[in-house]
């Protein structure tokens, strides 16, 4: 962070906080929130952390997550007050501030200080500090970094470190993904030295499924994935009525894509969903084939290269065939993509 000692300074003094990440927190989202919010705890600020949705089940372990406010929870009036008298705001894991819905312009508005810890592209200029790094493979490993850069390592818990290696081994892909460098194993390494169990944490994420998601993700299989060798490109299109036959619920659907990637000869996998509120779109690729660009360019999103989301207002129907027509236009890059993956592997 450039200007870390006038943000040394801020911290000296107690101050009203909120903190806030993007909304359908993931681990990397909500671990850094209930890290930072602990370690300013420590440093007797006043903090509240404040995501715009609720977050999947499988994440309720996490130290002081009883006391996050849901904002689309019916907490809208509280958690707006919080925001506007806040002294600062901090945007954890995402950087344009409309990855937090109907908060983004409360944020905007809000006479406090915003800053933002990040990892994703599109960075959008409104903070008035910023530890933003698009090579950091997850925000908490940038949240980590910086309570190390402030001298304060000592303050790391058990519990927060468990919070940081959450974040780390989910946007790692459990140490698989490209973005698993060596500066990730040290982090890890010294987060373990602070007490983080690494199998209890894997097994609260992973290991945790319903019945009915089991079911799920052998149904999707079996009936929904659409192979398209041509393209290099394999999809889920999840209707309403799937979701509801599953009972599914928040993160059900969370790590289904990664099944059609892990298809041989799979460059980009896509599951479309049909949500209430919207189609969503999550896209995953290997190689240089950038979903990103693709999901800002087509569908309103935007992310990281070989991870992105998106979504649409036309029906699930007219969402598909759209992703669909655009294939031919990407079907040379995502065949050279796959071809020098390969040679990457040989
Ligand atoms: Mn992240």
Known sequence: MQDLKAFQQLLDTPKKVVITAHSNPDADALGAALGLASYLKKKQHQVQVITPTDYPQFLHWMYGQKEVMVYSNGQEKKATLLMEEADMIFCLD?????RIEDMGEIVRN?????????????????????????QAAATCELLY???????????????????????IMTDTGSFRHPNTTKHVHEVVADL????????????????????DRLRFIGYALSEKLVVLPEYNTAYFAITAKDLEKFNSRTGDTEGLVNYALSIEGITMAA????????????FRSIGDFPVNELAAKHFEGGGHKNAAGGISHQSLEETVKKFLQLLPLYKSQLHKSLKEQELHLT
Not at 199 to 210: A, E, G, R
Not at 271 to 282: C, G, Q, T
Request: aromatic content about 8%; charged content about 30%; hydrophobic content about 45%.
């Open 94 to 98: 995402f950087s344009s501030l409309n």
């Open 192 to 211: 373990i030295e602070l007490g983080a169990n690494v199998s209890k944490v894997s097994k609260l994420v992973y290991d945790n499924n319903s019945m």
């Open 110 to 134: 809000s006479k406090a200080l915003k800053v933002v810890i990040d990892h994703h592209m599109g960075k959008e200029m409104f903070a008035d500090f910023e530890f933003w790094d698009v």
């Open 145 to 167: 970094q910086l309570i190390i850069d402030l001298g304060e390592r000592r303050l790391i818990d058990k519990d927060m470190a468990e919070c940081l290696y959450a974040g």
């Open 271 to 282: 599951i479309i969903i049909d949500r209430s509120e919207a189609v969503k779109l999550s």
